[in-house]
Nanobody
Framework: QVQLVESGGGSVQAGGSLRLSCAAS????????MGWFRQAPGKEREGVAA???????DYADSVKGRFTISKDNANNTLYLKMNSLKPEDTAMYYC??????????????????WGQGTQVTVSS
């Protein structure tokens, strides 16, 4: 059974940093595309960052230069380092796995497996 578990969320002031982690069991990251998505109340889920099996990365324009996605294949852990956080980054953050690596990286329906989410709250 595949299980993705996020951690590292919390409350920070604007300008602060957080690092999210996503640990997997029953699943191997090395051959998959992995993504971080977020959803704020009343808003649609949106892709934040993605990393493919070859290590190539993609970022939403809103987080470029501030967020960094990375993965540790040996430990099946995905990370999202978030710097210079803004109040508009406040959302529930989810990690997701796409074993088939098809379609646009930020189409959430391409991802088969999801974590339960970790809340990030940024105050001004």
């Amino acid at each position: 059974q595949v299980q993705l578990v996020e951690s590292g969320g919390g409350s920070v002031q604007a300008g602060g940093s957080l690092r999210l982690s996503c640990a997997a069991s029953g699943y191997t990251y090395s051959s998959s595309r992995m993504g971080w998505f977020r959803q704020a109340p009343g808003k649609e889920r949106e892709g934040v960052a993605a990393i493919d099996s070859d290590g190539s990365t993609d970022y939403a324009d809103s987080v470029k230069g501030r967020f960094t996605i990375s993965k540790d294949n040996a430990n099946n852990t995905l990370y999202l380092k978030m710097n210079s956080l803004k109040p508009e980054d406040t959302a529930m953050y989810y990690c997701a796995a796409d074993p088939f690596r098809m379609g646009w990286v930020f189409d959430w329906y391409n991802y088969n497996y999801w974590g339960q989410g970790t809340q990030v709250t940024v105050s001004s």
